[in-house]
């Protein structure tokens, strides 16, 4: 009756425990992650969003603490200690954000409850311009995790092909920088200085942005061990 669901949109509103999922573009309506196929989506929809839920401004690479993000109506900037973060909360810099939704949806009696576990506001350029495309995911095994350096190498990778519609081997490992990454592990958010909870040959999947100037970028990466 539960699963996850990631979708990638706009942050359209903000209520107190909510927030409203929105278009990409103006003739791009928000999209859902469906059988490692991304699948355009119509009609608003409101996410429940509480405060445990793991908040991160992936272009700062700073998490945000949820009661900021939820009372940004009412919340007293001056309490917030990051001066960039300061900044655009008073700004309202997340209205219109682009970002990733990592949602449990649960099925009770023919009703759907979803909810935000974790949301990764992202920069504008990795979905502005038709980038869409070069989005794609990537599964595999912890081979191993470095606290130090906030990477993950996986082994027995295979990235997803959406021309063919089939995943492929990769012969080489790949380590994934958690910069700007949202981490789940067993459906529940963890920080970066939680890392250590993460096994070896734990199962992986990641939906990852390919840039040319910076390599592979990971902004969702879930794990199940």
């Known amino acids: 009756s539960t699963r996850?669901?990631?979708?990638?949109?706009?942050?359209?509103d903000i209520h107190d425990y909510g927030v409203n999922l929105g278009r990409l573009g103006y003739r791009l309506d928000y999209l859902r992650l469906e059988d490692n196929q991304w699948k355009e989506i119509s009609g608003r929809r409101k996410l429940t969003l509480t405060e445990d839920a793991l908040i991160l401004d992936s272009d700062l690479g700073k998490e945000i603490e949820p009661s900021y993000f939820i009372d940004t109506r009412f919340i007293d900037p001056q309490?917030?200690?990051?001066?960039?973060?300061?900044?655009?909360?008073?700004?309202?810099?997340?209205f219109g954000k682009g970002?990733?939704?990592?949602?449990?949806?649960?099925?009770?009696?023919?009703?759907?409850?979803?909810?935000?576990?974790?949301?990764?506001?992202?920069?504008?350029?990795?979905h502005e311009g038709g980038r869409l495309h070069i989005e794609h995911s990537a599964i595999g095994e912890v081979a191993e995790v470095n606290i130090d350096n906030e990477s993950i190498t996986l082994t027995n990778l295979k990235h997803w092909n959406t021309l063919n519609k089939r995943w492929e081997n990769v012969r080489t490992q790949e380590t994934i920088?958690?910069?700007?990454?949202?981490?789940?592990?067993?459906?529940?958010p963890i920080g970066k200085d939680e890392l250590y909870n993460i096994r070896r040959r734990a199962k992986v999947y990641a939906v990852k942005s390919k840039d040319s100037s910076t390599g592979d970028d990971a902004y969702v990466i879930i794990v199940e061990q």
Not at 102 to 116: A, L, M, P
Not at 177 to 188: C, G, H, P, Q, R
């Open 79 to 94: 309490d917030i200690e990051d001066e960039e973060l300061r900044r655009r909360i008073e700004e309202r810099f997340y």
């Open 177 to 188: 920088s958690t910069d700007k990454a949202v981490i789940l592990v067993n459906d529940k």
């Open 99 to 126: 970002a990733y939704f990592i949602v449990k949806e649960t099925h009770v009696d023919g009703d759907v409850y979803e909810e935000v576990l974790a949301l990764n506001l992202t920069p504008a350029d990795i």
């Open 4 to 12: 996850l669901v990631i979708y990638r949109g706009t942050v359209e």
